[in-house]
């Protein structure tokens, strides 16, 4: 059994959300193309597939911090405001996006709703679970310091 957490995050999210992609449950919001992160940003994303990417991660968040709520991801997704040479602030990511992302897990049946916030299902687990075991396969067949975590 692979352990999601010693998967290197950007070549888990990539094959995740490659996997989202493919899938045709998922349905791209109009909204999409226009939205920004959240008010700490100037424009909108210029990866067309962010959409996915965004879901992947979010997942993996869930899996990681569960039980978590709305809140406490858009903390997650939020960043710096460009205050000019005024002190430095937080500013929360975009709430709206984030209920979007877990709707939308939630009806893939991969995230499922509990009193403290969402948690990760027994399906997304075991997604989760084989996504990582074919990262780290693919990538210990370039690397052989990575066959140590199969």
């Known amino acids: 059994m692979v352990d999601v957490k010693k998967v290197p995050t950007d070549v888990l999210l990539k094959n995740l959300a490659e996997g989202f992609k493919n899938n045709k449950k998922i349905k791209l919001p109009e909204w999409v ?15 067309p597939d962010w959409y996915y990417t965004r879901l992947a991660s979010t997942l993996r968040k869930v899996f990681i911090k569960g ?11 939020g ?21 979007h992302m877990l709707q939308t897990l939630e009806e893939l049946g991969l ?3 509990v009193k403290e916030g969402r ?3 027994p399906e997304g687990n075991s997604l ?20 140590k975590f199969l």
């Open 119 to 121: 948690i990760i299902s």
């Open 79 to 99: 960043g710096r405001v460009d205050r000019g040479s005024k002190r430095y602030h937080p500013a929360k990511g975009s709430r709206s996006i984030v209920r």
């Open 33 to 47: 193309e226009f939205a920004k992160a959240g008010i700490h940003k100037e424009k909108a994303w210029e990866q």
């Open 67 to 77: 039980p978590i709520g709305i809140s406490k991801l858009s903390e997650e997704y």
């Open 111 to 113: 995230v499922k709703k």
């Open 128 to 147: 989760l679970d084989k996504i990582s075991k074919e990262t780290l396969t693919m990538l210990s067949e370039k690397d052989k310091t990575f066959e």
